[in-house]
């Protein structure tokens, strides 16, 4: 099992740490010593991950924050505190994700929930941070994509699939966005000089409450998801959160890496490099993803 080393003086931001991946990753992150930011949507959700964390580290430093990805104004106010603070920030899990409500669901600001919690949230929640990444020396940005981002397809003239929606079509394609981002940021922050590192991981298959709770949006009971295949290879979120732990803390892991279970179909096992799909490479597909962004999100990322 990856160790992660030391930590101490690191100030991480981890989305979605109230359950699942999230929580697995803001637990390893402060048992090795660095101050936790929880961001999450629930602060009752939140505290009680703290308190599960502190259970096994009872030394951590561990703090719980608001952070609605699904809204840009939370994710204004979330960045915006942590800006008037002005302390330094050396890790971003960009982890929390929704997954495949059954309907078209469309957000407070008028997008696709996935893409809206997936991608948007995340690229305005990091452009608006980047001002204590670039300087807080060493920092690393991790994006959480998924094996499905290699089935993926972008449409840059409909990424809110107001024209179809089909769920796990519009999974797919945040999930490849979020690739494409974390590539993208990486070649941006290459070529500017700017001391940042991009990585991007994904965690295989693990079963968490990612596959109900996408399914169960707008309903009133909770309602199990076909993709639960209980056939399938499955690991434990202990080493499904591995890949993005190595992407954020690994000596190793330098810019533009992506990380992946390196066991069968890729869905399990220890965390290895992986090679992103060409549908993630192609020439200027992130600049035009990250001028869609901007244009949506009315906020820029600039280095
Ligand atoms: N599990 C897998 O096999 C798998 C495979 C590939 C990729 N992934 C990716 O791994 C990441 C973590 O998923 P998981 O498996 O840990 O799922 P999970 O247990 O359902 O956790 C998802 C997290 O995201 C949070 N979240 C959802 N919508 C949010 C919003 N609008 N604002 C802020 N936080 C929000 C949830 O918070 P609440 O507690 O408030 O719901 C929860 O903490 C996702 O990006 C997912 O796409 C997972």
Redesign the pocket.
């Known amino acids: 099992m990856y160790e992660v080393p030391p930590q101490g003086g690191r100030r991480a931001v981890v989305?979605?740490?109230?359950?699942?991946?999230?929580l697995e990753v803001a637990r390893r992150l402060a048992g090795a010593g660095a101050e936790v930011v929880l961001a999450?949507?629930?602060p009752e959700?939140g505290e009680r991950a703290a308190a599960l964390i502190r259970g096994a580290h009872p030394e951590a430093r561990l703090e719980v924050r608001a952070?609605?990805?699904?809204d840009l104004a939370s994710v204004a106010r979330f960045a915006g505190g942590l800006l008037d603070e002005g302390r330094p920030l050396h890790l971003l899990a960009n982890?929390?994700?929704?997954?495949r409500p059954r309907r078209r669901t469309e957000t407070v600001d008028g997008l696709e929930l996935q893409f809206a919690?997936?991608v948007a949230?995340h690229y305005a929640l990091t452009a608006r941070l980047v001002p204590l990444l670039t300087g807080a020396g060493g920092a690393r940005v991790g994006w959480?994509s998924?094996?499905?981002a290699h089935v993926g397809r972008l449409d840059l003239d409909d990424l809110q699939a107001t024209r179809r929606y089909r769920p796990f079509r519009a999974y797919a394609q945040s999930?490849l966005a979020d690739l494409v981002l974390a590539l993208w940021l990486a070649a941006r922050a290459g070529a500017a000089g700017v001391d940042l590192a991009s990585l991007a991981a994904?965690?295989?298959?693990?079963r968490?409450?990612?596959f109900s709770?996408g399914s169960s949006v707008g309903r009133p009971r909770p309602r199990r998801s076909l993709l639960e295949a209980r056939w399938l290879p499955h690991q434990e979120v202990d080493w499904?959160a591995e890949p993005l732990l190595v992407a954020l803390t690994s000596p190793e892991a330098g810019n533009g890496a992506y990380y992946g279970p390196a066991g069968p179909w890729g869905l399990v096992g220890p965390a290895t490099l992986v090679r992103p799909p060409r549908r993630a490479t192609s020439e200027g597909l992130g600049e035009r993803l990250a001028e869609a962004l901007g244009a949506l999100t009315g906020v820029e990322l600039a280095l």
Do not use: E, Q
């Not at 982890?95 to 997954?99: K, L, R, Y």
């Open positions: 989305t979605g740490a109230s359950g699942g991946l999230g999450v949507r629930s959700r952070l609605d990805l699904a982890n929390a994700g929704v997954m919690t997936n949230g959480m998924s094996s499905a999930k994904h965690p295989g298959y693990v968490t409450g990612l709770a499904g």
